[in-house]
Nanobody, 127 residues
Framework: VQLQASGGGLVQTGGSLRLSCAPS????????MAWFRQAPGTEREFVAA??????????YCADAVEGRFGISRDNAKNTVSLSMNSLEPEDTAVYYC???????????????????WGQGTQVTVSS
């Protein structure tokens, strides 16, 4: 099972980008799907997550991106997207999508809770 992430790029401060993640196979509608990011020399950081159809599709965002980023999923297309607005240089990182069916409330923000990972897409915000 692979997750294909796309949509990264170079944008100026205040700009917007939309990342997409598409599983290569399997029905991920019931899976928790999340976005993490990792800047050079730092640990992988939680960005946002969305519950599966069996959990009402509830969304979760890190404090650092609350109000600027939004996560959504299209179950018909089996994809999840991350809309990023008002981007700042501090948002520069490689962004990874992740998925797992066993995530529980206390582990949503933990990278170790997710079994499946995409290859990452670079987001660079210039000042």
């Amino acid at each position: 099972v692979q997750l294909q992430a796309s949509g990264g790029g170079l944008v100026q401060t205040g700009g917007s980008l939309r990342l997409s993640c598409a599983p290569s196979s399997r029905d991920f509608r019931s899976y928790f799907m999340a976005w993490f990011r990792q800047a050079p020399g730092t640990e992988r950081e939680f960005v946002a997550a969305i519950g599966g159809s069996n959990r009402g599709g509830r969304t979760y965002c890190a404090d650092a991106v609350e109000g600027r980023f939004g996560i959504s999923r299209d179950n018909a297309k089996n994809t999840v997207s991350l809309s990023m607005n008002s981007l700042e240089p501090e948002d520069t990182a490689v962004y990874y999508c992740a998925a797992d069916s066993r995530v529980i409330m206390t582990t949503i923000r933990s990278a170790s809770a997710y079994l499946y990972w995409g290859q990452g897409t670079q987001v660079t915000v210039s000042s």
